[in-house]
């Protein structure tokens, strides 16, 4: 019910008071929604690569190659021999940490830093290397080759 | 003197000296019958030196050597062995040999006690292919019946024919190939062609023999840790002489080697970390065939394990520059025994930089420029790469996600790694190709982890603003409600 | 403005007659006494959980349930997704703070004999969404699939594996299987977004229900002091007031998330060996601890199991108070009931204290 008669400074108070409120009302619904709708946007790297990783195709792997992909945090190394057999490998060098590629001339994976070489089933066998390579799952499922982690 | 005089006085003198000799003929009745059978033995026996000391053959084969007749002499009663084989020989020999109270009592001997439990204990004391006996018995190095001294020149364990007296063994492919088929046999052929062969052969004793680093009764395999050339043991037995100065006097070398050795990087992986991958003095110089490496193969030598670095020498200017002007290879810049970690400090034209000997501003100018410019790369790769660890840190310390940056700080470890192997190619596009990947490698690090550290001050100003934001709606929500309620206590 | 919602009221009223409705909900009224502020802590349960569900249903865009991603997913959402950070550590959080609050205004509620008839299925579906609140944290305390969750779930599950006859069978139903496996977080999954969830929003609608049709309870001889009945109406001054406190409990949560964001630890490696020092969240803690200082054999029973089931026992007893707390019902004063509630606070704190520095 309307009552009291409201003065001018009271009634100039009260219109401040709705801005006010209705102002830092919206600010805090902006506040609220700008995360939100910033959140489901999708980021660059639009997905999570674990342990399990997609190569591609298994016709796009040439034999007698060799590939680095990224798994998670880690390279691994990809090979395919000359018999058509993949498999692959951590691609850290247990020497001193650097990263491995495989060398067609030589039919070793070799390490540029200081010519350590593994045979293709990941033993070290020249050059300083203490440790074979840690082995990785290769599984080829129809087409598409994928790489996981060993269990 | 009358006729009878003389007479008596020869009759005494010949009784004398017959009775002394058969007195001494009697102690040793065998060794008068097979002289006189002619038996080699008893000859070679007379120049034995046990029997300058006075034994006899019943010493060693047992029996009673004052009786004449064989049955009497060789008699089993009696103690005879006859012709003692496998095991019993060297029983026989140990008998008094490792008898204090014979060798050093009655001898008075200062040879040692315990060459029969060396012996044991070494790789020639195990048991030979027929399982009965050890792989050697004394007499197979020091023989049977001629046994003199080791400084007499005749000795078959004299230093300068000792190799040929391992050699009989060790160098018959045959024979070896029934115990260890792996085992070379040619390390008397080498020994021949090394320094310390040929100094054998010319006649110095001094040189270093078979058992001068391989012991003689306590000769282990050099796969075994106890092996005076095992490998971590090796540098000490070299040692031996090549340290003693006065031992090596008026050889022409220095004796500081391993004294150096040690302080290398190499000494201190194979003496201190056993690390048995670092080298030992055999494996650069050779062990039967031990020789220092001619200059112009230095850097195949140490190709043999760093092969990049070897590759990239070989193929580079240097190799024509050094091998004209006589400088050892690998050596001129890295020293040979002193080896110590190759840093930075020896790249570039700076104080303490090898390149600057010949490379100068006004001399060799093409070099001095791109050692120069090899150097201030590797330094902005350290610079770089130090920046990029301080701030991925701080970003971790932070709180923040920088798994992708640290995983990318690989890249410039392996970039430094990489460099300072293509130094050895003296080719600054090579060397500039590596560093380039390492530097953008940085660029790309710096930046993600920046970005990570601007994201935590982001966040903090924007709680900030949002915590204003709420406070003054919470403030003016409040003055609201009192102000409705104090309306409604008005209307009350 | 106000003419458009007054438009679309009355469209609504002339289809659903709200009428009816809106006139009840303008009558109800909050008593004003010096018991009143617990009044806020049922509306500031109400508020985190639905933080809860509003930032759980941002977290399933990203998150992804199985053993080999489900660990990088929240790694993923904390580094690359934008404000991902600040949904995921906000629902850690709240979390948190959610039990908190349902563990004070279940107290609240105690101490003030608000359980006491016509309000016991209030009180049983409040102890209901107690219980279901532990649940959705143990449920989700596993979803990252690191080393600490793996482990304490494994414990966890282990308890539960120990009770007489049905234990086992329950452990196999949680573990999805014998062991702590991929199987688990699967389930865990499924529990904590799905079960979970239908069942709370039943009890919850229940209880706001009830809330509503019965208005707030006032403590015992409060209409026997007619000075002191002070009352204020629900809308729009309790209502406000709430929405105040909402307010700053958000600011609350945003400053946790900010200031001290959620850890994400090391990813579960079943191969590896239990880290030292595996301590459940703290809202079990009091109980995992008093297990640890019962002997391992009394008489013939197994130490643990006496554990769980006195604990079980006491639990149950508990959410039976409505039944056997007469003088309550009969309006009277009832100190046991307040020195057993007392006690209950005191040794969930102690042992609590304990756990921690242990």
């Known amino acids: 019910m309307e009552n009291i008669e409201q003065t001018p400074a009271k009634q100039s108070k009260r219109d401040f008071l709705k801005y006010i409120l209705g102002g830092s009302f919206l600010a805090w619904i902006a506040t609220i929604l700008y995360p939100l709708v910033a959140y489901l946007k999708p980021p660059k790297q639009a997905e999570v690569e674990v342990t399990s990783v997609k190569v591609g195709k298994l016709q796009d792997i040439e034999k007698e190659s060799g590939q680095i992909v990224k798994f998670g945090n880690k390279p691994v190394i990809l090979v395919r021999a000359a018999n058509g057999e993949l498999s692959a490998f951590n691609a850290t060098c247990t020497h001193l940490d650097c990263t491995v590629q495989f060398r067609k001339d030589m039919g070793v994976i070799w390490c540029a830093c200081h010519n350590g070489k593994y045979d293709l089933t990941g033993r070290n066998i020249a050059g300083p290397p203490p440790r074979p390579l840690d082995p990785l799952r290769v599984i080829v499922q129809g087409e598409e080759v994928f790489i996981s982690k060993n269990v | ?492 | 403005m106000k003419n458009k919602l007054l438009a679309l009221y009355r469209w609504i009223d002339e289809r659903v007659e709200l009428r009816d409705l809106i006139e009840f909900m303008g009558k109800k009224y909050v008593p004003v006494h010096e018991h009143s502020v617990w009044y806020y802590f049922g509306g500031v349960s109400l508020f985190l959980f639905i933080i809860q569900v509003v930032t759980g249903i941002l977290l399933l865009f990203y998150y992804k349930g199985s053993e080999e991603l489900a660990f990088e997913s929240i790694q993923f959402i904390m580094s690359k997704v934008e404000f991902g950070w600040l949904i995921r550590s906000i629902h850690s959080w709240a979390a948190n703070l959610f039990i908190l609050a349902a563990i004070i205004h279940m107290f609240s509620v105690y101490f003030t004999k608000a359980y006491r008839k016509p309000r016991e299925i209030t009180w049983l579906t409040g102890m209901a969404m107690l219980f279901l609140g532990m649940g959705f944290g143990f449920s989700g305390y596993l979803l990252p699939w690191n080393e600490l969750a793996f482990f304490a779930t494994k414990v966890g599950t282990d308890i539960a594996g120990v009770v007489p006859v049905i234990g086992k069978p329950i452990m196999i139903l949680l573990r999805g299987g014998e062991d702590v496996t991929g199987a688990t977080l699967s389930r865990m999954f499924g529990f904590h977004v799905a079960i979970f969830p239908g069942l709370f929003v039943v009890f919850l609608g229940i209880h706001l229900l009830l809330v509503q049709r019965q208005g707030m309870s006032e403590p015992i001889g409060f209409e026997n002091s007619p000075a002191n009945q002070k009352t204020m109406p629900f809308f729009p001054n309790f209502l406000l007031r709430d929405l105040l406190l909402w307010l700053l409990v958000l600011n609350v949560i945003a400053v946790l998330a900010v200031l001290f964001p959620w850890e994400l630890g090391v990813k579960a490696d079943p191969f590896a060996p239990a880290p030292s020092g595996i301590k459940p969240e703290w809202y079990f803690m009091f109980m995992f601890q008093s297990l640890k200082y019962i002997p391992a054999q009394v008489l013939f029973v197994d130490g643990e199991v006496l554990g769980i089931l006195l604990f079980g026992f006491a639990g149950l007893i508990w959410t039976l108070v409505p039944f056997w707390d007469r003088k309550s019902a009969a309006g009277q004063q009832n100190r046991l009931v307040n020195y057993i509630g007392l006690f209950v606070v005191l040794y969930m704190i102690l042992f609590t204290i304990l756990g921690w520095l242990a």
Request: net charge neutral.
């Open chain 2, 1 to 492: 003197m009358t006729q009878r005089h003389s007479l008596r006085i020869s009759c005494f003198v010949f009784l004398l000296v017959t009775s002394v000799q058969t007195a001494i003929m009697a102690q040793d009745q065998c060794l008068t019958c097979h002289e006189a059978m002619e038996d080699s033995h008893a000859a070679l026996f007379k120049k034995d030196i046990h029997y300058a000391k006075g034994l006899t053959c019943a010493d060693c084969h047992g029996g009673d050597a004052s009786k004449e007749e064989m049955d009497a002499a060789m008699n089993a009663k009696a103690g005879y062995i006859g012709v003692p084989k496998g095991d019993r020989i060297s029983a026989t020999c140990s008998k008094c040999h490792s008898d204090a109270a014979v060798m050093v009592k009655r001898y008075r001997s200062a040879l040692p006690l315990d060459q029969m439990e060396l012996l044991e204990k070494s790789v020639h004391g195990k048991l030979s292919t027929s399982g009965r006996e050890h792989i050697a018995q004394c007499t197979s190095c020091h023989g049977s019946h001629g046994i003199v001294t080791k400084t007499n020149r005749t000795s078959p364990v004299h230093p300068l024919n000792l190799p040929a007296t391992c050699a009989k063994c060790h160098s018959n492919a045959t024979f070896m190939r029934t115990y260890d088929p792996g085992l070379p046999i040619d390390q008397l052929e080498k020994y021949r062609t090394s320094v310390h062969g040929k100094r054998n052969m010319s006649g110095d004793p001094k040189a270093a023999e078979c058992a001068s680093c391989h012991g003689s009764h306590e000769v282990l395999s050099a796969k075994d840790v106890r092996s005076s050339v095992y490998p971590t043991n090796l540098p000490a037995t070299c040692s031996k002489c090549h340290s003693n100065a006065t031992y090596m006097k008026g050889y022409g070398i220095a004796s500081d080697q391993h004294e150096q050795y040690a302080k290398s990087v190499h000494g201190k992986a194979l003496l201190e970390k056993k690390d048995l991958g670092a080298p030992a003095c055999n494996d650069c110089h050779g062990n039967h065939g031990a020789a220092p490496p001619g200059l112009e193969s230095v850097s195949k030598v140490c190709g043999t394990c760093h092969a990049l670095n070897a590759e990239l020498f070989s193929s580079s200017p240097h190799k024509k520059a050094f091998d004209s002007r006589k400088l050892p290879e690998c050596e001129t810049c890295h020293g040979n025994h002193e080896i110590v970690a190759a840093t930075d400090e020896l790249l570039g034209v700076g104080e303490g930089a090898v390149c600057a000997w010949c490379h100068k501003e006004n001399e060799n100018i093409k070099g001095f420029e791109v050692a120069r410019t090899m150097r201030s790369l590797a330094d902005s790769l350290i610079t770089g790469e130090n920046e990029a660890i301080s701030l991925v840190s701080e970003a971790e310390q932070k709180g923040m996600e920088v798994g992708e940056a640290k995983f990318k700080l690989r890249e410039i470890r392996q970039a430094r790694l990489e460099t300072r192997t293509k130094v050895h190619s003296f080719d600054l596009k090579q060397f500039q190709e590596v560093a380039d990947l390492g530097l953008a490698a940085t660029s790309t690090v710096t930046a993600e982890a920046g970005e990570a550290i601007d994201q935590y001050f982001f966040r903090r100003w924007g709680l900030l603003v949002a915590s204003l934001i709420i406070t003054i709606l919470a403030v003016s929500l409040f003055v609201y409600i009192r102000r409705i309620e104090k309306e409604q206590a008005q209307n009350r």
